[in-house]
């Protein structure tokens, strides 16, 4: 699995939009880059995932950058229910048996009144 | 709708003691994976599983054991438990094609 780097911590003002940036220098053509995030003592929740287009869904928005080395997932209004550790990982979605699926330390963001 | 559970959630045992945490989904997923997490360390890979009787190590498998005897059911010991291994322990599964992995709520595990 391609390896991914996250700041370790970053600061939002409630109500703005959270841009929270991942290298993957070393991805390779057939995977995938994945968002997850860990509120508090909770299991990670899946947010968001694309290939190389640019994805939306009611949680995020996630932009790849065209030669695919970074992506930013993008929270459009923060609140302060989304302070969570947000994890960027990289995998093969396809059919195989070895998705590990390696969480690296994460970005611990945190949403301030 | 159960979905994925762990059990115990919380447990306390004695240095050399063996220790199981159990897991269980029932969306009859083929993967599952054990995780264990530390303050500083994010979520690490312990074991992980494609399918029933087919298991391998992931990034931290020492002093762990796992089986996969059946699809909904994914196990972990610790043979002879030591302080390091103090920790929460996350189960995860998901589907074969899926994108979504699924998280237990955790095993809080304490080893004095």
């Known amino acids: 699995d391609a390896k991914t780097t996250q700041p370790t911590s970053m600061d939002c003002a409630e109500g703005r939009a959270a841009n929270l940036p991942c290298n993957h220098s070393?991805?390779?053509?057939?995977?995938?880059v994945y968002w997850y995030r860990q509120i508090h003592s909770q299991g990670p929740q899946y947010i968001i995932h694309g290939l190389k287009n640019n994805e939306t869904n009611e949680m995020a928005s996630l932009i790849i950058t065209e030669d695919r080395k970074s992506s930013t997932l993008i929270l459009p209004h923060a609140t302060l229910r989304d302070t969570a550790v947000y994890y960027c990982?990289?995998?093969?979605?396809?059919?195989?048996?070895?998705?590990?699926?390696?969480f690296g330390p994460g970005t611990s963001l945190s949403v301030i009144p | 709708d159960a979905g994925i559970t762990q059990s115990p959630r919380y447990k306390i045992t004695e240095t050399g003691r063996q220790v199981t945490l159990m897991c269980h989904q029932t969306w009859s997923h083929s993967y599952m994976f054990w995780y264990r997490q530390d303050l500083g360390h994010g979520l690490r890979l312990i074991y992980y599983?494609?399918?029933?009787?087919?298991?391998d190590k992931g990034e931290v498998p020492d002093g762990y054991v796992v089986s996969r005897s059946k699809t909904e059911n994914f196990p972990l010991t610790l043979e002879s438990a030591t302080r390091s291994q103090t920790s929460v322990y996350f189960c995860?599964?998901?589907?074969?094609?899926?994108?979504?992995?699924?998280f237990g709520e955790g095993s809080w595990l304490t080893v004095v």
């Open positions: 599983s494609a399918a029933a009787d087919i298991t």
């Open positions: 995860a599964s998901r589907a074969l094609s899926g994108n979504t992995i699924y």
């Open positions: 070393t991805i390779s053509g057939n995977e995938y």
């Open positions: 990982i990289v995998r093969i979605r396809e059919k195989t048996s070895y998705d590990k699926v390696i």
